[in-house]
């Protein structure tokens, strides 16, 4: 994924979207992927452990992606329609 599409949740721990798949070209062109959908991965950096966290229900492709101050919500924006949505992390 991009950096862009990660937010700190703390100083170790990093939420990201993650394209389910990448289209050819992507990496050098991201603008390619703009339509893949993603899902959310939970990075903890002091161990390098990912884990996945959401496959959303639908097709979102991320952006502005933010925690809450209390660690409990992710919000992004969908990069098709510009709305914003949110998942509960435990």
Do not use: M
Request: glycine share 6%.
């Amino acid at each position: 994924t991009w950096v862009d599409k990660c937010a700190f949740a703390t100083s170790s721990t990093v939420y990201c979207a993650v394209p389910q798949s990448l289209p050819k070209g992507a990496g050098l062109v991201r603008d390619i992927a703009d339509t893949t959908p993603d899902n959310f991965y939970k990075v903890d950096l002091r161990t390098s452990t990912k884990t996945l966290v959401a496959v959303p229900d639908g097709s979102f492709t991320a952006e502005d992606v933010t925690v809450s101050a209390d660690g409990k919500t992710l919000y992004f924006t969908d990069k098709s329609t510009g709305t914003a949505h949110q998942l509960r992390l435990k």
